[in-house]
């Protein structure tokens, strides 16, 4: 069996890096500067990204979940530092969220390849 280099998993999953080999990028440029293309399996260990049709239904819970925590935490320094009313605190959240939306979006596909090789590892 081919030993691969490895990084800690909090460092692989910041960095977008194949969860088997964390050699290769997941994605063709980073998350945090755009929209980037995903690729569709891992160029060093040949690992499938994208297993079956709807693999990412997943991450769009763990999005939904980032993006509750993300509302939340804004709206609640508004509500901490402002004294407009909670659904003025809440749009603004909501609104200066927008631009999060993509990054957040990407970063739970991250998060879901990486926890479905936790559960279910595909062998090389």
Request: glycine share 4%; hydrophobic share 50%; aromatic share 14%.
């Amino acid at each position: 069996m081919e030993q691969f280099p490895r990084t800690t998993v909090l460092a692989g999953i910041f960095q977008q890096l194949c969860p088997r080999c964390r050699s290769a990028k997941i994605f063709c440029s980073s998350i945090y500067l755009g929209f980037p293309r995903m690729r569709h399996d891992c160029p060093v260990c040949n690992l499938k990204f994208e297993r079956e049709e709807g693999y990412f239904l997943g991450a769009m819970y763990i999005s939904y979940g980032l993006a509750l925590v993300t509302i939340g935490i804004l709206a609640l320094i508004f509500w901490l530092l402002t004294t407009w009313s909670i659904v003025k605190d809440v749009i603004w959240a909501v609104v200066l969220f927008l631009p999060l939306a993509v990054p957040i979006t990407l970063f739970a596909r991250v998060l879901w390849i990486y926890l479905d090789q936790a559960i279910d590892p595909e062998r090389v």
